[in-house]
Structures are given as C-alpha cells and as structure tokens.
C-alpha cells in the first residue's frame, strides 16, 4: 500500500510538473553553448546570450532567447555590432522528428544595429573576406515561413566627431513562399521623415553569391521623395559589393533607367548613373512671417549640418530629357558630381533653360566644422522670370537675361554665408519689364514728398530696354558703380552697395525723365531731375528722397537744370505756359484764370509740388551754397495794402542775398507763373 501511495504522488508531481513546464516553458541553458558556437562556426561572429534561452511548448514549440549581441570577435570598436531585445521561434514537432526544422514565425524583437561612419576608406575586416561554410551545412535544411522585426532601429555613429544618426521605428513584415518568393513590406523613420517600403524578389538557391536576385521595389518617402519611387532590378552580391543592374522604373509618372552599386567593405562608396524622362524637383518655401514678406525678414541663423557629407562616398550622374526645378524648367540637362572625402563637386554643361543656356560648377567643402562654398556660371540669353523666381523667389524682373556670376563663402548659417560673400556678378537684362513698379511715376512723386518703400502695385511696370550693373562682393559687401538702366520713359544712372548679410540698401543714383506733356511718344532727350536721389534702408522696404547735400554742393548746376527743365515741361520760350496757366496757378490759388480745356487738375498739383518743392529748394541752396544764412520767413505775414518801408538814406544796403535770388525768383516765374 505505502508503495502504491509512493507511485501515486510521484505520478501526480509529475503531472503537475508537466503543465508548469507547458505554460512557463523549460529552462535551457545548457543549450546556450551549443547555439553560440554554431553561430560563430557559421558566421564567424561571436554571439553573446545574456538573457538566458528556454524552450515553450504551449501553444507550440517554441524557442526563445533574450538579450543577445553579435559582433567581431576580432574588432575591438564596440560601435560595429548588432544587439536584440528577444528572439522567438515557433516550430513545427513534427519538423524536427524529420532532422528539417520548420520554423513557422521567427520574431525579433528591437533588433539595433550599429555602425561606424568613416571619414577614410580602409580595409577594415568584414564579413566577405571571411571562410565560411555554404552549401553543405544542417543550416540549408532549415526553412522559414515568415519573420517579423519589431521596433528595429538602425545608430551610425563617430565617436571622434561626436555624431550620430538614428533610423528608428524599422517594423517590417517577411514572408517567404514555397517557391521561395519573398515579400517584405515595413516602414520606418528617419530623423522626422517616415517613409514606406515594399520589396518583392525571388531568393535563389544558395549560396547566394553572384546569382541574380530579380527584385521590385516601392518607396513612399514624403520627406525625401516628392512622389512614390517604383522600380525593378537585378541585384547581385559579390563579397561587399551590392550591384543593382537593369534598373527601370518611376518617379511619380516620370520613368528613369540606368544602374547603381554600392561598396560596404568599409566607408561606403555609391555609384549611381539614371537617365530620367522627366525629373522633378521641388524647392520648399520658407514660410514668411505675417507682420512682412520674406525679403523683410532676416536670413536664418539655423545651422545647415553638412556632416553627413564625411562619411560616404559618391559617383553620380543624373540626365534628363526635361529637369523641372521648382518653376524651372530645363531641357535637357545633365549633371555629374562626385563626392570624396567630404568635398561635394557637381558640374552641369549646357543646361537648355527658356531659350538660353546655363553651364557651370559649384563646390562645397564640408571637411572642417565650418562647410565653404563656391560656384561659378554663365547664363546666357535666358528668360529671367521664372529662373528668377526659382532660384531667388524673386519676380519684380522679366526679360533676355545674361550673366556672370563668380562667389565664394563660408558659414553654417544662411547668414554666416551671405555675410561672407566674396567674388563678381555682372548682370544685364535686356527687353523687358520691371514687374509691380512703376519708377517714372517714383521719381515724379519725390518732388512732393520722401518715398518709404518701393511703392509696389500689382497693375504698375516700368518696360526697359536694358538694366545693367557689375558688383564686386567682398565680406558681403556688394559695390556697383555702373548701375545703368534705359527705358521709353526713364534713365537711370547709380552706384551703391547692398549688405547681402543683413539686406540693407545704399545707393545714389541719377534719375533722368521724358518731363514733356506732349505723351510718352515725343522723341525727345530726358531731362534730368537736376536733383542725385538716395536709396536708402532695407531692400524689402527702403527709404527714397531727394540727395539734399548733392543741390547744396553746387547750387549753380542745380540753377541752370531747373532751366533746363522749364524749357522741356513748357517749351524752349515758355509758350506753353499760356495754355497751362490754370495747371500750374494751382500753386497758389487752385488753378484760377486757366484754360478750362487744359490738362486736368491732377498734373497740375503734380506740378505745382514740383514748382514749390524746387523753388524753395533751389533758393536755400543758392544761399547756403554762397555763403549767406537763409532769410527766415515771418511769423506774420504783413498787410497786403502796407506801403514797403522807406529806406533811410544811411541804411546799409541790402544783403546780397536778397540780390542772388532776384534771377531765382525770375526763373521761377516764368516757369510755374507765380
């Protein structure tokens, strides 16, 4: 009986044995050592287990292991290595029975990989320089139906230069067919950018060396990409070369073909060479901010990481039979640029733009902390708008447009650049109009009153025949003194010097109009204002007048343009004042006794602020400029029936003054009937 109750009991702890080890699973750390050693003796990799192995067998037989590292054994940067929170996999019972594991679901579970970002290309050890079995190990005979990765992230990192890059999020889903067709589809981010993958190949039988991968391939990149990238190839693995042949496929609707292939051996080396039917390009806008346009704001101060640039190496060329820049538009164009040991050089001859050419180079050197710049180009007899307003954002300018343009600079800020500006730009624009502005009518209302801003209107342009100037850039410091531009109905002449770094405008120039109201049509030299005109202030917003110390230096010149001036408004004689009494009386009482038929009201306002703006301009002149202090007027005015005061006859005589404005005051009579 005691021998029955012994059996009993040992039956029962067994049962209930059983079902704890159904539902915990059965510690296997006496399997840890066999698994590493079959993983370095495979892969030549040591795999560390930190987190213990156990088998489950319920719902199905399933191993697990957690917290592994795989890494070179004989690397000594522990930066090259790859960690994983937990690896399951489910298999089939009766797979095992047959000496084939079937594994139903592999899941891994926070996989990190991490890698070096190298500055030099060496020959650092790596996985193909490696001996390893194919072809004949138990390995072969093992299968996979699916395999999931869970928060995968990938960590490129340099310690000397203190950088590191981050792809988080990696969740992908695997499946591999019978016919070994597999399907991977997952998505991902890096830094704020998400992006979406599908990939679709057929694996050979291995080993898969130098075979053929046929594969297809989906990416829906946002942040990156304007449009979904689709495309189909052949990839073949040779050691740690990965080269992509036969590649075809879309941009959005534009097709490409051409061929890639990369060089993982140690700092990656890319080869890339497409051929596009079309190829967009978008240009982001930076927001403007409410309170003014973008040209108000100042340039931004965020820093412009280049760094990348250090740790990959690159051969591209890119052709197309039509390159959309934002409003862009050129056709063909080809570009190639290589990218070495951080220094970036692209080069794009004869790109076909707007009936034009464009060609030149440009150059950035992201090798030290703080990146320099450099390009170089000519353009020749292109449509100005809509480069411009690509390149630029800007669209006041219209017409055959040719350059040359030759800069260079530094900086790690969009202000740090244009701050340290150095080089040559000469431009002219031929044909064409200066859009929203109006510049006639500009010079006409200084005799009136200080101009704040360009006095944009949408309906407003002035058409010119050529504006031209050549600037030397030193520091950010932009200086022309040749400013030239001709137009039906105004001339101007200018030097001056735009700060790029802080958008500030200095110029003087020389404004010189057709001043005849016979119309625009007359052919007849323009007149000068007879007055230099400042531009001053932020180039968004400036601030334009009259060059008051320009009159006052020689009051004499000022004097006989203002002559000359007469004879171009009112004729030679001044006979067209009798027509235009009622016009310019309006200087001083509303236009009273002219010809009701004569010009309207508005001119004659027009040019009654000229006639009183210039007068008593020209009269403080001529006597500051000689000498004498300006008369200063009476609080009062006296009577108009009070006789002049005698004079006594040992008064002094009167200033000279009052001499010198005599001719003035004569002039001015007969040019505006006061």
């Excluded at 156990?54 to 957690?66: A, D, E, F, M, Y």
């Excluded at 050549?470 to 109905?489: C, E, M």
Aim: net charge neutral; glycine share 12%; hydrophobic share 40%.
């Amino acid at each position: 009986m005691r021998a029955l109750k012994f059996a009993g009991a040992a039956v029962a702890a067994v049962i209930v044995i059983a079902a704890l080890l159904l539902i915990i699973g059965v510690p296997s750390g006496f399997l840890t050592s066999q698994i590493q050693d079959r993983v370095e003796r495979e892969t030549g990799y040591r795999l560390t287990i930190k987190g213990g192995t156990k088998i489950g067998l319920w719902p199905t037989l399933n191993v697990t292991l957690n917290d592994l590292t795989l890494q070179d054994p004989k690397d000594r940067d522990t930066s090259n290595r790859l960690t994983i929170g937990s690896v399951q996999a489910d298999i089939t019972l009766n797979s095992i029975w047959s000496g084939k594991p079937k594994i139903t679901e592999l899941k891994i579970v926070h996989p990190v990989l991490y890698r070096p970002l190298l500055r030099e290309r060496d020959q650092l050890p790596n996985a193909s320089s490696r001996s390893t079995k194919s072809g004949t190990s138990d390995g072969d005979n093992v299968t996979i139906d699916r395999m999931t990765v869970t928060d995968g992230g990938v960590v490129l990192s340099n310690l000397h230069d203190r950088v590191e890059n981050h792809i988080d999020g990696i969740n992908a889903d695997v499946r591999i067919g019978a016919d070994r067709h597999v399907k991977i589809t997952g998505s991902a981010r890096a830094g704020e950018h998400p992006l979406k993958f599908d990939i679709k190949a057929t694996a050979p039988a291995a080993p898969l060396e130098r075979q053929n991968i046929p594969l297809e391939l989906t990416l829906d990149a946002p942040g990156s990409l304007d449009a979904p990238l689709t495309a189909k190839a052949e990839v073949r693995l040779n050691g740690a070369i990965v080269m992509i042949n036969g590649v075809t496929g879309t941009l959005g609707d534009a097709t490409f073909n051409g061929w890639a292939s990369v060089d993982m051996a140690s700092k990656p080396l890319v080869k890339l060479d497409l051929d596009f039917q079309r190829l967009d390009i978008a240009m982001s806008k930076a927001p403007a901010d409410q309170s003014g346009s973008q040209g108000s704001q100042p340039w931004s101060n965020a820093t412009i990481d280049l760094n990348g640039m250090n740790y990959v190496d690159a051969q591209v060329r890119i052709s197309a039979a039509e390159l959309n820049i934002g409003q862009a538009r050129f056709a063909p164009a080809a570009i190639d640029a290589t990218l070495a040991g951080g220094v970036l050089k692209c080069g794009f001859p004869n790109l076909a733009a707007y009936g034009g050419q464009v060609n030149g180079q440009f150059l950035i050197d992201a090798t030290t902390g703080n990146p320099g710049f450099a390009m170089a180009s000519d353009i020749v007899g292109v449509r100005a708008l809509p480069l411009l307003q690509s390149a630029a954002d800007f669209d006041k300018l219209d017409g055959k447009m040719q350059a040359k343009i030759s800069v260079r600079s530094y900086g790690m800020s969009q202000r740090a650049i244009m701050s340290n500006l150095n080089g040559t730009v000469f431009a002219n624009f031929q044909d064409g109009t200066i859009r929203g502005l109006n510049v006639a009518q500009m010079v006409r209302n200084l005799t009136a009153s200080t101009l704040s801003g360009w006095q944009e209107g949408k309906e407003q342009v002035t058409d010119l025949s050529q504006l031209s100037a050549s600037f030397r850039i030193d520091k950010g410091q932009a200086v022309t003194t040749d400013l030239n531009l001709v137009g039906p109905l105004v001339r101007m002449t200018g030097t001056g010097t735009i700060d790029l770094g802080t958008k500030q405008l200095a110029f003087r120039v020389e404004p010189k109009l057709v001043m005849t109201t016979e119309g625009q049509g007359r052919a007849s030299d323009p007149l000068g204002l007879g007055i230099p005109v400042m531009i001053e202030g932020p180039w968004a917003q400036p601030r334009i007048y009259p060059d008051m110390a320009g009159i006052l230096d020689n009051p004499d010149a000022a004097y006989a343009k203002l002559k000359e001036m007469g004879k171009g408004l009112f004729g030679a004689n001044g006979g067209g004042l009798g027509g235009l009494g009622g016009l310019v009386n309006g200087l001083g009482g509303g236009g009273a006794g002219g010809n009701s038929a004569g010009t309207g009201g508005g001119q004659g306002d027009q040019l009654g602020k000229l006639g009183e703006t210039l007068g008593n301009l020209f009269q403080q002149g001529m006597s500051r400029g000689r000498g004498i202090p300006t008369q200063t007027p009476p609080t009062e005015a006296p009577a108009a029936s009070a006789p002049p005061p005698a004079q006594a006859p040992n008064d002094p005589a009167p200033p000279p003054a009052q001499q010198d404005s005599q001719p003035m005051n004569d002039v001015l009579r007969q040019l505006f009937n006061r």
